[in-house]
């Protein structure tokens, strides 16, 4: 009886250790300018023909969430008429993810690489199926929760199946996560950076992990130099 | 040349002609006005200015009735005289005439520097007969009026005249500079008599050296200065910067100026004094110049010394594909320039430079000898995009602080923007506009989800962990029997209950049997009457743990033993084995 008590008591322990974490982890990014506001904003002065202003308002208020698709659309679009084509380019990719299948987006997205004259993609485009890893194993953890509210006790068939869903699930989403977060992540050259050859130009779709001290190495040049961290923009920064 | 006839012995002066130039005097002459036929006569054009260093002429004329037996002969003249400078430049021509009567030249032009300057014809009168030249008279000390009335005075009465008190110096500053280093060399006049004119008449080659004049002030301010203890005016006569090309000791030959001091005498008691140009020739002592070399170079550089400035600029800074910017870099300050490379631009990936075209010049500010030069690149991108052009550095010497120092600008920016004709590929022909307001999206497009993912995650464990708990608090969990109670458990309970106080073991275990038939027909619909073989085949189908099988198996055997080998004494420990095992595999039972 005393052991059952202190089993779940560290259960009990270990959800809200983890359930503290991701409050802190997962609340939302500051932004310098509400959404909202900074959509209606940036219309304003896309309006009286003031791009520059417009980009600024919109960026300012992109923070990834529910306006993160629009925002980041409309921001690559000043950045292409003001003829930034790098930054077009890592705006859309950004409004890419919010709302991956907008026919406008779609279009200047593919504009925007033709007239980057289809820069190099290195190691670039993001691996379709790596994104579904964390997405994977939250459902492999409802299946787990499904077998085990529908175990009956003493019944045989799911004994093996229940820690092996289980196991899968932390395995899944954990892997997902420090993909995310530790691995390469997608990146627009907004200068050009040196590589093997005659250097990546700015507009090149790549990857990049995170170097000691500062700066970016591209995924596949490992032994090149190192990208300064002004000439990357992160995808999903 | 053309020859015309003309009427002899019409003689016309040169008149002085003022000249397009500002500062500049020009004016042609004949002389004398008369010449026999066999005579020559002398051609002469002036320029006269007021800069010391650069007055040069081109002339052109038409003679008539006159060809050039001698010439051209040229002679400069640099002149001080109430405290400013003057020069003249004549070339003179001897010339005959080919006939009796007029003679002369037509058509006199001169140009100076960028400007044409018309002069007036010349004439002069052809005779047969010769005519005697008038000679020019000199200054010489048998001039002197009060000689030709009163005699010679004996030379030992009179005072012997002191030498004028008049003497040249050259000074060069620094005397120890580095190669290419700017070095002022300047030639004084030291002065305590009335200078009436002077005439360079031998100046320093400066071999090994980029040499460059700086004018003197039209209006000399004639400093005084003390020298072995008498006080002169000094004026600066010749000023040169110097570039030294190699290092080495260079010795700066003597200058030499011959010049025309007026001297006054008192020949006669209460005579006033009498004013006598005396012609004086003067030199200075020659020059050392010490030329030390240049450090160790770091690499890049390419020669330049002085004080630099490095700027860049690109126009214009955006540009559409198949267009071109041009990228400006001009070094400038103050310095010798002389062979300075054109600088290496690295263009970015995506970029074109082509080599330069390159602009200098070099002018004078004070005593300072500054340069500039400047390269303008011409830059094409080659795809569009933005792309950040590295400008390039110029290493140079600053004498200043004797160390190599790096000029450089801040990197440019180019932003190449798409064709127009790739806009146009667009079904739209234009990028599509932005978005005025949010759209409605699918409830799991994008990335909003992704950040409730940790929560999705953790929420079934969590539901799990109560799930676990309220299981493990529930009495049937922890007595570690099966679900609820039901009837039949219940009776079995009895049973065993009763079983444990009858003493004869066939009731035992009828009242077992009939006991194990209900609960597996309540809690699996197993019939009553099914045989004992049965029911594992049964139980199974239902998915019963194997274990407990086994067990429920063990069970029925010996149920049956104690039901048909009653005759046997020992079966109360049978008995008791029969009900534990009973009670336990209910417990087990799901």
Avoid at chain 2, 54 to 76: C, D
Avoid at chain 2, 100 to 109: C, E, N, P
Wanted: charged share 20%; with cysteine.
């Amino acid at each position: 009886m005393r052991a059952a008590s202190g089993w779940a008591a560290a259960m009990i322990a270990l959800f809200l250790i983890l359930f503290l974490a991701l409050a802190g982890a997962a609340a939302d990014p500051e932004t310098a300018m509400a959404p909202e506001t900074a959509l209606a904003e940036g219309n304003r002065f896309f309006e009286k023909d003031e791009i520059e202003a417009a980009l600024e308002a919109y960026a300012a208020g992109y923070a990834g969430d529910g306006l993160a698709g629009v925002l980041a659309y409309n921001a690559g679009t000043c950045a292409l008429r003001l003829g930034r084509l790098p930054d077009a380019l890592l705006w859309y990719r950004r409004a890419e993810m919010a709302m991956p299948g907008d026919p406008w987006l779609r279009d200047n997205l593919a504009m925007t690489r033709r007239a980057l004259g289809d820069p190099p993609e290195g190691a670039g485009r993001w691996p379709a199926g790596r994104r579904w890893l964390a997405p994977a194993g939250v459902a492999l953890a409802w299946t787990a929760l499904a077998l085990l509210i529908l175990r009956r006790p003493g019944a045989g068939g799911g004994r093996g199946l229940l820690p092996l869903v289980a196991l899968l699930a932390c395995a899944a989403f954990a892997g997902g996560m420090l993909l995310d977060r530790y691995g390469p992540r997608a990146a627009v050259l907004l200068a050009p950076c040196p590589a093997r050859g005659a250097g990546l130009p700015a507009g090149s779709e790549v990857r990049v992990r995170p170097l000691d001290g500062g700066g970016w190495r591209i995924v596949g040049e490992e032994d090149g130099p190192r990208c300064p961290a002004e000439a990357v923009g992160l995808v999903a920064p | 040349m053309k020859a015309a006839a003309f009427l002899a012995g019409a003689v016309l002066l040169g008149l002085a002609v003022p000249a397009a130039a500002a500062e500049v005097e020009a004016r042609a002459w004949l002389e004398p006005e008369v010449i026999g036929v066999d005579e020559t006569a002398t051609l002469s054009i002036e320029a006269h200015g007021d800069d010391f260093s650069s007055l040069r002429f081109q002339p052109s004329f038409e003679l008539i009735n006159l060809e050039v037996v001698a010439g051209p002969n040229k002679f400069e003249d640099l002149r001080y005289s109430n405290g400013s400078l003057s020069r003249t430049l004549r070339v003179s021509w001897q010339v005959r005439p080919l006939a009796v009567g007029k003679a002369g030249i037509r058509s006199v032009s001169l140009q100076i520097r960028d400007e044409i300057v018309q002069l007036q014809p010349q004439e002069i009168r052809v005779q047969r007969q010769p005519v005697r030249q008038p000679l020019r008279r000199l200054a010489r000390e048998e001039d002197d009026p009060f000689q030709e009335i009163f005699g010679r005075i004996p030379r030992t009465w009179r005072q012997e005249p002191a030498p004028p008190e008049v003497f040249l110096r050259a000074d060069v500053q620094p005397r120890q500079p580095v190669v290419g280093q700017q070095v002022i060399y300047t030639l004084y006049l030291y002065t305590r008599a009335d200078i009436a004119a002077l005439s360079p008449s031998g100046v320093p080659t400066f071999h090994g050296f980029w040499v460059q004049d700086i004018p003197i002030p039209q209006q000399i301010p004639t400093e005084m200065v003390e020298s072995d203890g008498r006080r002169y005016g000094r004026v600066p006569l010749l000023r040169k910067a110097l570039f030294p090309l190699r290092p080495g000791r260079f010795k700066v030959e003597p200058a030499v100026v011959d010049l025309t001091v007026q001297r006054y005498d008192r020949n006669f008691f209460f005579g006033p004094p009498i004013a006598r140009p005396e012609q004086v020739r003067l030199q200075t002592e020659a020059q050392a110049i010490d030329v030390q070399p240049l450090p160790a170079a770091p690499p890049g550089f390419g020669g330049a010394v002085g004080q630099l400035a490095l700027t860049a600029d690109l126009q214009p800074k955006q540009v559409r594909l198949g267009e071109a910017a041009t990228l400006t870099v001009r070094l400038s300050g103050a310095g010798n320039l002389q062979g300075v490379r054109e600088p290496d631009v690295t263009p970015p990936a995506g970029v074109t430079v082509h080599p330069p075209q390159q602009e200098g010049k070099d002018e004078i500010n004070g005593t300072t000898v500054r340069g500039s030069r400047t390269w303008k690149y011409v830059v094409v991108p080659d795809r569009a995009g933005s792309y950040t052009l590295d400008t390039p550095e110029i290493t140079y010497f600053d004498p200043g602080v004797r160390q190599y120092r790096v000029a450089a600008s801040p990197d440019l920016t180019l932003t190449a923007l798409p064709r127009a004709t790739s806009v146009a590929e667009t079904a739209a022909g234009e990028p599509h506009g932005i978005r005025t307001a949010a759209l409605s999206l699918p409830a799991f497009s994008g990335s909003r989800w992704t950040t409730l993912l940790p929560w999705l995650f953790i929420l079934p464990w969590g539901l799990a962990l109560i799930v676990t708990l309220a299981r493990r608090r529930s009495p049937p969990a922890r007595t570690g029997g099966a679900a609820a109670p039901t009837a039949a458990g219940t009776a079995l309970e009895e049973r065993l209950r009763q079983a444990e106080s009858e003493e004869r073991p066939r009731q035992v275990a009828l009242r077992l049997e009939e006991a194990w038939r209900e609960l597996l027909a309540e809690r699996w619909g197993i019939p009553p009457a099914t045989p004992f073989s049965r029911w594992r085949e049964l139980l199974a189908a239902d998915r019963v743990d194997a274990g407990i099988l086994d067990d429920l198996d063990r069970l029925v055997e010996d149920l049956q033993y104690l039901r048909y080998a009653p005759q046997l004494s020992a079966t109360g420990s049978l008995r008791d084995e029969v009900i534990s095992r009973s009670r336990r595999l209910l417990r087990r039972l799901p």
